[in-house]
């Protein structure tokens, strides 16, 4: 059974407008973790943000925040104030324990284009 | 210094080739992973490795070896793949498994063409 969803295949948002890209996770742990990475054309993984099940407040990190709705299972990211730089693609992924793996289980990604 | 780094960044290769990706982390972690990340499908887990000791290998083919001499490298012995398993291989470290609030830095990815 799929543990990440993100339904959005591909987004368009206008240059300094604000986008939220949608993850919804799957898991019957109390304790897991919950990341955002950007991945550009060139490759490389790059971590944004961070969000534990038993955090209270949302994850911010500068123009990243994530609102988490844990009754919905749902974590989105929030981009505020959009740049050229932020058209990458996005991964949602979760660490649990539930199958005792110590990795991530990642989603499809969601493809961001910011237009001028 | 970046963090993870790989290389090759390119590789071609033929299917009675044998190479390796090399993969080294510059920040003191003590957890390293392969990932295969093939066109339209998410990421997969390839292996872990905890202080030089694997720990997971997720149902991965023998021809695909890896290795991991210390906790600051890692590397991937490549032979007779076949073309689908052409992919970007991402390596990616962290402090460690204990948690599941442990954060994996990625490298910059192989992009690894079988002909």
């Known amino acids: 059974a799929q543990k990440i969803t993100q339904t959005q295949p591909g987004m368009f948002v206008q240059e300094k407008e604000a986008v939220t890209l949608d993850c919804t996770y799957d898991?019957?742990?109390?304790?897991?973790?919950l990341f955002w990475y950007k991945q550009p054309s060139s490759g490389e993984m790059i971590f944004l943000i961070y969000?534990?099940?038993?955090?209270?407040q949302n994850a911010t990190e500068g123009r990243y925040s994530l609102n988490f709705q844990k009754a919905r299972k749902s974590a989105n990211l929030v981009i505020s104030a959009s740049q050229l730089g932020d058209s990458a693609m996005y991964f949602c992924?979760?660490?649990?324990?539930?199958?005792?793996?110590?990795?991530?289980?990642f989603g499809s990604g969601t493809r961001l284009q910011v237009q001028p | 210094e970046t963090g993870v780094t790989q290389t090759p960044r390119h590789l071609v290769m033929g299917m009675t080739n044998k190479k390796s990706l090399k993969c080294e982390q510059h920040?003191?972690?003590?957890?390293m992973y392969w990932y295969k990340q093939s066109a339209k499908k998410p990421l997969e887990l390839m292996f872990v490795?905890?202080?030089?000791?694997?720990?997971e290998n997720n149902s991965v083919p023998s021809r695909f070896s890896p290795e991991c001499p210390n906790s600051s490298h890692l590397f991937l012995h490549l032979h007779t793949l076949q073309p689908e398993d052409s992919a970007l291989y991402l390596c990616?470290?962290?402090?460690?498994?204990?948690?599941?609030?442990?954060?994996?830095?990625f490298g910059p990815g192989t992009r690894l063409l079988v002909l």
């Open positions: 898991t019957s742990d109390q304790s897991y973790g």
């Open positions: 490795y905890s202080l030089e000791e694997r720990v």
């Open positions: 990616a470290s962290s402090q460690g498994l204990a948690g599941t609030q442990e954060t994996q830095y």
């Open positions: 920040l003191g972690h003590n957890a």
């Open positions: 969000q534990g099940s038993y955090d209270e």
């Open positions: 992924a979760m660490r649990d324990h539930h199958t005792g793996r110590r990795a991530l289980t």
